[in-house]
Structures are given as C-alpha cells and as structure tokens.
C-alpha cells in the first residue's frame, strides 16, 4: 500500500521559513520524480516545484523560484521542501506527489499539510 505523508505545516508570520517533508512507504522511492503542489482556498491545485528521481534536477513555478528550494534523501524516502521569505500568498494546503520516471502523470497523492502565512 502506497502512502505519502507530508508534515511540517504550521501557522508563521510573513518573511518566515518552514520546512516541510514528505515521506513516502509502499513504493521504490527513488524511482520516482516528486512533485509539490498547493491549494489555496477557493483556487485550483497549482504546481509549486519538481525534482527528478536522482535529484539532478529541479523546476518551480515562477512564484516561488529563488525562495524555495526541493530537496530529496532517497535513503529516508523523503522530499523536502525549504520554503523561505514566505508571504501571505503562499497561505494553502501543501502537497506532495509521485511521478513514475518516464511518465508525467502523478500517481500518489499525499494527504496534505497546512501552511498559513500571517501578514
């Protein structure tokens, strides 16, 4: 049984940092590219950053480049996402998930984590 759990959420002021972690069990971790995504309220599930399965690569949305940074350990099954500077905008529900490598659907969806930015 696949399962991504993500954590790490939590209510900070503007111009904080929080890190959060998504830990993946039931699949081979590092044959998977990891993507994070976010939902604010009333607005769609958006693309915030991607890293390939071997870490040798890395893509963000143009909103967050240059403040986030996505990481992996594939020897903890875990993404990583260093989130710095954050804003009010970056106020949603926090997604990790998996991409087979090779194919551009993702497959597993984590459960999500909040994050509130207070201005």
């Known amino acids: 049984q696949v399962q991504l759990v993500e954590s790490g959420g939590g209510l900070v002021q503007a111009g904080d940092s929080l890190r959060l972690s998504c830990t993946a069990s039931g699949v081979t971790f590092s044959s998977y590219s990891m993507g994070w995504f976010r939902q604010a309220p009333g607005k769609e599930r958006a693309f915030v950053a991607w890293?390939?399965?071997?870490?040798?690569?890395?893509n963000y949305a143009d909103s967050v480049k240059g403040r986030f940074t996505v990481s992996r350990d594939n020897a903890k099954n875990t993404v990583y996402l260093q989130m710095n500077s954050l804003k009010a905008e970056d106020t949603a529900v926090y997604y990790c998930?998996?991409?087979?490598?090779?194919?551009?659907?993702?497959?597993?969806w984590g459960q999500g984590t909040q994050v509130t930015v207070s201005s």
């Open positions: 998930a998996t991409q087979y490598k090779g194919y551009s659907d993702y497959n597993y």
């Open positions: 890293i390939r399965w071997t870490g040798s690569s890395t």
